[in-house]
């Protein structure tokens, strides 16, 4: 390999090696050289197992991103590709471990026990990235 492929690609890998993770709810997955693809960070199939979720939830994440407003959005359905509500969003100048705050007051009590999907997603000093956590809601 020639030095300046080499540079190339260490460059590239620093790019996306900045990053943010979701521990709570348990994300779709997490595969940090797709994270930027929305919706949901490459992972387009829904988990087949489901957390239950709701507002005494925890939205727990790692963030590895200086700068960032955070939000956390949701999808309603089994398999939403749409993530047109917003249930919070926080802005985070630092790197670190935080819980999101959220609120379900705007999602109709119809969707209480049904499947959805909580979108993360970031933008950041590295642009945007999205996370999926797949749930139940409990209202
Ligand atoms: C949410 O996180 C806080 C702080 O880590 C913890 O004390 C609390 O038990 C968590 N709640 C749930 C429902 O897991
Ligand atoms: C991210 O932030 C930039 C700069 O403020 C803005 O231009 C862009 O639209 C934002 N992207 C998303 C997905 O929010």
Redesign the pocket.
Known sequence: MQLTTILAALAAAASVSAHFSVTTPPSRGLDELIEDQAPCGGFNTPSTTRTTFGQ???V?IRLADTNSNVYVKIGYGANPTSFATTLGSTFYAKKGVY?LPFSLSAVPASNNGQPATIQISINGSHGALYQCSDVTLSL
């Open positions: 005494s939830s925890n727990t819980n």
